[in-house]
């Protein structure tokens, strides 16, 4: 027995260290690791069936001659130890799913803007995302989701982002609380597609839900805590996002004010908290209906901040399923000015979209709309926080389930420049994979 | 003749196969209803009270599983999968290649939940379709 244990004992380090080889960096050799690793989990199965066989046989009285007292508390110990096994062959088929996946897309494209307050659009080839991320699997209920970015910024550097660092504990099915920096839960675009380029249909995102640095005029980042959770209901299944956490700010990078998760957290105490509301009909297939909500307290980095009572609400449906996409979102903004006695300012901003794959062929479209109170100075202070009309034509082809190609023409008619009104077209094609 | 009787002996062979039962088993560990298979293959039932659920895909039968129990063509389930794991940080199911795989990881694994094409035996069958 002592030999056996010993053997188990050496069995168990063998797994474990093959767990923590399959989660370390060196992916490239994870096929092997995972041949490896199967090997020995057969040989651990192989192990398990000796070890029912002895109990079988001790529970035939095979060893008639031990006293019935020792024979019972060795048979009990076995089946423990068989147990423990199956257990610990559970947490491994956890564990060993930490698999490094991501995004990465790259692309060429022709942009006719022009007028002052954004310069001349760009021309020529451009690397886009690489996009990173990990979903380590550590034990039953413990949840975590690292995502690291590097993009190339318009001055030619590329910088890398900690796009999320998230860890979670899930009570059950209907409770899971995250704390950590993650994507702000409004809407369905920014939860669902994100960096994902070759996620998305279409080649570009909804300029007013870009990133914060790219166009977007939404807090797409929050660093804080978030609970979330689905449960069956009668009508479908529905789910739901509650959060909470720094508000953001709006800081000068590299001359443009844009907003800033403030990750290293606040000198005041200013918070973001919202909601995420969500109902999957079970009567239709494919159809997600959503309500959503957001408040805070932004200021920027004026010699005399302006502060601004940021309160948004919306609404979402998608549809995706028998080869249709469709996606729809409408945000109202209801700000009210709290350092220079301007009131309340309504601003909105919506998209809506549709696709239709034939086969490896999606062509798709869109048309978005964002018509921001100039006078509000959340907007006002945000270097993309002007109005807009904007209409998208594309074309998706999927070399691969996992490799897109897309081609895009967009027309945009960019509002509030004054005289300098701009009106210009734009045609960009993106090779995008994940992995 | 004896092309013909040869072409007829493997289309009816092949229409058994095509009508061939499914089963979902389980660990016994797992009670979970029938209509509670698809939630758990997409991801959006993971609990079975407080054991955590295991789901394991089948790749030789994986198709016939998704179309039938899950409702959807493999393209799309990965893509579920994709977007699961990309927001909520959640691993998809891992994939076993034979009936006799699945079979040994659902008896030996407790919250697994799998499907096989070939008739379980004395396994927790959970649906047959």
Redesign the interface.
Known sequence: MGGEKLNITRQSACLGLAGILLAGPALADDAARIRELEKKLERS?QR?DELSAKVQRLEQGATAAAPAADQEARVEALERRVGQL??G??RR??E????L?GFADVGAGYSGENNPSFGRGRKGFGVGNLDL?L?P?IG??V???VELNFEVGEDGHTDADLERA?L?Y?F??AA?VWLGRF?TPYGYWN??Y?H?AQ?QTSLSRPRFLDFEDRGGILPAHTVGTWL?G?V?AAAG?FGYDLYGGNAQRIETDAGRRTLNPMAWGRRDSAYTAGFNAWLEPGAV?GLRLGLHGLRSTIEDDAAAPNRTRLAMVGGYGVYQANHWEVLAEYFQFGNRDLSGGSGLHRSRAGYAQAGYAWGAVTPYARLESARLDQRDSYFLSQYYGRSYRRGVLGLRYDLD?RAALKFEFANTDQRDLGAANDRYNEARIQYSI?F | MAIRKTFLAASAFAALGAQADGYVIAHLTVNVAPEEVR?IFTG????SGAR?L?P?DNGAVQGDFLYKVV?MDP?RY??VW??K????????P?VLLSDQEVM??VR?????IGYVGTNPGSANVILKY
Do not use: C, K, W
């Open positions: 199965m398990i199956g257990d062959i559970s088929v956890l060993d799913n930490t698999l996946r991320y979903t699997q039953e209920r949840r975590s989701l998230q979670g899930a059950s099915d899971t994507h939860t669902a994100h994902g996620l979330s689905s069956p299944q297939d389930p994940r | 939630q959006n039932m993971q609990f955590r295991v394991v409702r393209d990965n893509a994709t977007r794991a990309f927001r909520e940080g959640v691993a998809p891992p040994d990881f030996r694994t407790p919250g697994a």
